[in-house]
């Protein structure tokens, strides 16, 4: 279990970046073999990404459950783009292989929605809690003073 931070905090990340949300459904859960080598795809993409600082993959945090939910930070676009189409990754042959083994049969779902962050145009607040979500990527510092509302942490103004 990670130590908690007992303050109010909130990240701080310079520049640009980008949030990945990736997922899979099962919908056909008898159809293991089909739906097992999509969830055991990610965790080796995860490992890969995070052994090369130079992907661009900043960091993640995965929400369990059923569906999972993967949150993934980027450096940018451009990255996470040359990841998805890097024939020597191991994103690509996983593609591939989904795309021949299931597409668009029923058996197995998977969705991202991707969304760009423009430096500053993001809002995050963390009490009582470890490193976590953007927290985990980001340099944590205490919201207090002109970070003490939502409004001025997304804005970086004073709003008095």
């Known amino acids: 279990?990670?130590?908690?931070?007992?303050?109010?905090v909130t990240?701080?990340?310079?520049?640009?970046?980008?949030v990945f949300l990736i997922g899979m459904r099962?919908?056909?859960?008898?159809k293991i073999h089909k739906w097992m080598p999509v969830a055991r795809a990610m965790p080796k993409m995860l490992k890969?990404?995070?052994?090369n600082p130079e992907s661009g993959l900043l960091g993640f945090q995965l929400f369990g459950g059923i569906p999972p939910?993967?949150?993934q930070y980027w450096r940018s676009f451009e990255h996470l783009e040359a990841y998805a189409k890097d024939r020597e990754g191991l994103h690509y042959p996983a593609w591939r292989d989904f795309n021949k083994?299931?597409?668009?049969?029923?058996d197995v779902g998977i969705w991202h929605e991707t969304y760009k962050v423009h430096a500053g145009d993001y809002e995050c607040i963390y009490n009582n809690m470890p490193k976590y979500g953007l927290?985990?990527?980001g340099e944590l510092i205490p919201a207090t003073g002109k970070r003490e509302s939502a409004a001025e942490r997304i804005?970086?103004?004073d709003h008095h």
């Open 48 to 51: 890969e990404l995070s052994m």
């Open 1 to 8: 279990m990670s130590k908690t931070i007992n303050q109010r």
């Open 26 to 30: 099962i919908n056909k859960l008898w």
């Open 69 to 71: 939910v993967i949150v």
């Open 101 to 106: 083994k299931i597409k668009s049969n029923g």
């Open 135 to 137: 927290g985990k990527v």
């Open 11 to 18: 990240a701080k990340i310079e520049g640009d970046f980008v």
């Open 155 to 157: 804005s970086g103004k």
